[in-house]
T-cell receptor, first 112, second 112 residues
Framework: NAGVTQTPKFQVLKTGQSMTLQCAQD?????MYWYRQDPGMGLRLIYYSASEGTTDKGEVPNGYNVSRLNKREFSLRLESAAPSQTSVYFC???????????FGPGTRLTVL | QKEVEQNSGPLSVPEGAIASLNCTYSDRGSQSFFWYRQYSGKSPELIMS????GDKEDGRFTAQLNKASQYVSLLIRDSQPSDSATYLCAVNILISFQKLVFGTGTRLLVSP
């Protein structure tokens, strides 16, 4: 099992460019999450998907969109990147009724 | 007021000592509580969960929960240099679904 995988690992964008961060899990988990982590701010929830076919906003959804493509995949899209979106992005997943959120390795994004 | 608060540290302890990490939360309806460890440049990993008042022990780690005072703590006995990391407190206010709110983390440094 690869667990939770994320691509790319690093990305540099210019202001206004768009990109999609990919996340996939092979653990048959129901719920998936996207977080951003900034110095001094901790992990903040951007969007989540409780189950295949549903998505909901988290704490900081502005400037992002998500797609739960199937049970395995949950992508995060930046339509028009801004310097304020420079951050480390983590995807996570969990099985219904379990304690643990399993995190991917993260994507380090810089917006110039 | 931030929902989950932690002292950012760093908390410095010598090898073999007890490290005590604290976390307070604002929502009295919080249901479950988690401690994640995050090494520099890596993703968070779950080390302890606690649901009821009192202590829960797992090896060198003890989580303590006091819902009346709205705090949760993590004790690390016989601290090792490999315990040096940032410890994230997370709180779930929902019963049937995991939607975590994270603190900003406490950086622990264990010196040999």
């Amino acid at each position: 099992n690869a667990g939770v995988t994320q691509t790319p690992k690093f990305q540099v964008l210019k202001t206004g460019q768009s990109m999609t961060l990919q996340c996939a899990q092979d653990m048959n988990h129901n719920s998936m999450y996207w977080y951003r982590q900034d110095p001094g701010m901790g992990l903040r929830l951007i969007y989540y998907s409780a189950s295949e076919g549903t998505t909901d906003k988290g704490e900081v959804p502005n400037g992002y969109n998500v797609s739960r493509l199937n049970k395995r995949e949950f992508s995060l899209r930046l339509e028009s990147a801004a310097p304020s979106q420079t951050s480390v992005y983590f995807c996570a997943s969990t099985l219904a009724g379990e304690d643990t959120q399993y995190f991917g390795p993260g994507t380090r994004l810089t917006v110039l | 007021q931030k929902e989950v608060e932690q002292n950012s540290g760093p908390l410095s302890v010598p090898e073999g000592a007890i490290a005590s990490l604290n976390c307070t939360y604002s929502d009295r309806g919080s249901q479950s509580f988690f401690w994640y460890r995050q090494y520099s440049g890596k993703s968070p990993e779950l080390i302890m969960s606690i649901y009821s008042n009192g202590d829960k022990e797992d090896g060198r780690f003890t989580a303590q929960l006091n819902k009346a005072s709205q705090y949760v703590s993590l004790l690390i006995r016989d601290s090792q240099p490999s315990d040096s990391a940032t410890y994230l407190c997370a709180v779930n206010i929902l019963i049937s679904f995991q939607k975590l709110v994270f603190g900003t983390g406490t950086r622990l440094l264990v010196s040999p």
